[in-house]
């Protein structure tokens, strides 16, 4: 049971460039989440997914986009890097919106030069 | 006015020391609240629930006054482990969970 997975666990990437930012998981939950997170600031809801072929804005959505490609997997893209796109990326889950408990994979660190 | 704020710290304690934290919240209609730990370089991960009836779960207790709009944890007995970053986390409703920026404890031998 590996609970939430994110891949890469690293990136640096070139204003402009392109990237797609993965995450799944295992615990058979509904609803995942994409979640930036910056130097004094907690984290902000990018997009989500409260159930399978469903996905919502959250608080920071511009210049992302997402697709929930089954119940498992959650998938975060960049289409033209920018350096204030350059954070810390969380994937959460949990078994369905508003749930008590959030569940995070173990982030992506991303630079964008 | 952030929607959910806590001082950042650094709290540093010796070990066995008991430390609190505050945190406030602006939006009157949230409901419910948490306790998230946060180590280092890794993932948030849930630390516990708040009830406004207060709540113990070992060394740890959590308090919630919701007039005041006011959100604490209490740790007692300070261990060389409880070193994180501490979340307070609100929920108003259906998606919207907020986070708040942390606050960073050090427990030092």
């Known amino acids: 049971n590996a609970g939430v997975t994110q891949t890469p666990k690293f990136q640096v990437l070139k204003t402009g460039q392109s990237m797609t930012l993965q995450c799944a998981q295992d615990?058979?939950?509904?609803?995942m989440y994409w979640y930036r997170q910056d130097p004094g600031m907690g984290l902000r809801l990018i997009y989500y997914s409260a159930s399978e072929g469903t996905t919502d804005k959250g608080e920071v959505p511009n210049g992302y986009n997402v697709s929930r490609l089954n119940k498992r997997e959650f998938s975060l893209r960049l289409e033209s890097a920018a350096p204030s796109q350059t954070s810390v990326y969380f994937c959460a889950s949990s078994l369905r919106v508003g749930d008590n408990e959030q569940f995070f994979g173990p982030g992506t660190r991303l630079t964008v030069l | 006015r952030k929607e959910v704020e806590q001082d950042p710290g650094p709290f540093n304690v010796p070990e066995g020391a008991t430390v609190a934290f505050n945190c406030t919240y602006s939006?009157?209609?949230?409901?419910?609240f948490f306790w998230y730990r946060q180590d280092c370089r890794k993932e948030p991960k849930l630390l516990m629930s708040v009830y406004s009836s207060g709540n113990e779960d070992g060394r740890f207790t959590a308090q919630l006054n919701r007039a005041s709009q006011y959100i604490s944890l209490l740790i007692r007995d300070s261990k060389l482990s409880d070193s994180a970053t501490y979340l307070c986390v609100v929920a108003v409703g259906g998606f919207k969970t907020i986070f708040g920026a942390g606050t960073r404890l050090f427990v030092k031998a």
């Open positions: 939006n009157s209609a949230s409901q419910s």
């Open positions: 615990m058979n939950h509904n609803s």
